[in-house]
């Protein structure tokens, strides 16, 4: 089978720039389809593998939260088409396993099966291998991902937005609707302020929660939380961020949000729960971490931790959710990206991404346009 030249950038040492190489890119095989991609989200997990405070297997090409359109179909594609506009999920579940069946998709036991392949999705300028992260690979000009893994989304969604979709929006929103269940008689914090920390924030004002906190190290993050609907911010920079919270809301929150990715910032989302309450870790923390909690919180008060990985997203259900609310202005997605950059300024990217008036910057491909 031919295969197509692609622009990628390459993660070939952490800690090292990416690479901007031409990859080759195998032809979509039964059940996948050819994406033309069009932006490509930067998230924190991508950086873990930057960093290497997470492994993949190098080089590799990290990026999962993408949107695209539909360039070519393999044999067995019935539900995308050849122009469609599409969003990805790195989950991509099989719909017929009992978690799948359950409404669990995003635990679906047949994502490996999924994903597999006979020949290698990505091969480098010598004929070697290069790992596509969650078999997606999104910082690259073209992917070929499984069917299950896409979502149609209308064209008046801007692909920028349309990325969002695919991993911070999912997962920030999904933990609160789905996860965590908030309602109109809870109280909320959030530790955290990048992308998946203020779409928890948006979603907790969907959900009507009666007081949502903000909590991150920079005064910029906070007031941009209150402008996506924060009741109340703490800055954890100055002081004890527990004594700030329980004077805010004496007896603690119901429901905490974790979207840092620490063991510390965990703990403190277990120790700012009232009895009854729910903390939900979200952000993905270096392989080998540990947590520790107080035993006697955890049983005398009925307290919980939970995880919520992508959000226990239902991609195909969620998107159209999603995209609704924001048509109707009741999720701010267009707040959510604050950079833009082309593949060849990546590297400048993802060091934009500490500065405190960034939320999400976004890699454009071509006219940045659908
Ligand atoms: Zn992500
Ligand atoms: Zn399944």
């Known amino acids: 089978m031919p295969r197509i030249p692609v622009s990628a950038a390459v993660l070939r040492a952490p800690g090292e720039p990416l690479s901007i190489e031409t ?26 593998y930057l960093t290497g405070s997470l492994d993949i297997s190098l080089p590799a090409v990290l990026g999962h939260e993408v949107s695209g359109v539909v360039e070519q179909c393999g044999p067995g594609v019935d539900r995308v088409r050849v122009g469609d506009r599409v969003v990805v999920t790195i989950t991509p579940s099989c ?39 969650g078999a ?49 008689t809870d109280t909320v914090a959030v530790i955290g302020c990048g992308g998946v920390g203020m779409a928890a924030i948006q979603a907790a004002r969907l959900s009507g929660a009666r007081r949502i906190v903000a909590i991150d190290l920079h005064d910029e993050k906070l007031a941009l939380a209150k402008s996506l609907g924060a009741t109340d911010t ?58 520790s909690l107080d035993a006697a919180a955890i049983v005398e008060g009925d307290r919980r931790v939970q995880g919520s990985y992508m959000g226990g997203n239902r991609f195909l259900a969620d998107v159209l959710t999603l995209t609704d609310h924001y048509r109707h202005g009741r999720l701010d997605l267009d707040a959510m990206v604050t950079g833009t950059v082309a593949l060849e300024g990546i590297d400048g990217g993802f060091a934009a991404m500490a500065a405190p008036s960034s939320i999400r910057t976004v890699t454009s491909f071509g006219e940045g346009t659908w």
Do not use: N
Request: glycine share 12%; with cysteine.
């Open 23 to 48: 990859l080759h890119l195998d032809e979509p095989r039964h059940g996948e389809v050819m994406v033309r991609t069009v932006a490509a989200g930067l998230c924190h997990s991508d950086l873990h």
């Open 234 to 291: 703490v800055l954890s920079a100055s002081g004890d961020v527990r004594e700030a919270v329980l004077e805010l809301i004496p007896g603690g929150v119901s429901h905490v949000f974790e979207a840092v990715g620490r063991p510390s910032t965990a703990e403190l989302a277990f120790a700012l729960l009232a009895p009854g309450g729910v903390a939900t870790l979200l952000g993905l923390m270096p392989t080998g971490s540990r947590i």
């Open 95 to 133: 719909g017929q396993c009992p978690e799948c069946v359950s409404g669990a998709p995003t635990r679906c036991s047949r994502v490996g099966e999924r994903r597999r392949r006979s020949e290698p999705l990505l091969t480098d300028g010598a004929g070697a291998p290069v790992t596509s992260l």
């Open 136 to 184: 997606i690979g999104a910082f690259a000009e073209a992917i070929v991902v499984p069917e299950a893994a896409l979502a149609v989304v209308d064209a008046d969604i801007r692909p920028d937005v349309a990325a969002l979709l695919g991993c911070c929006i999912s997962t920030g929103v999904g933990a609160v609707i789905h996860g965590a269940g908030v309602g109109p």
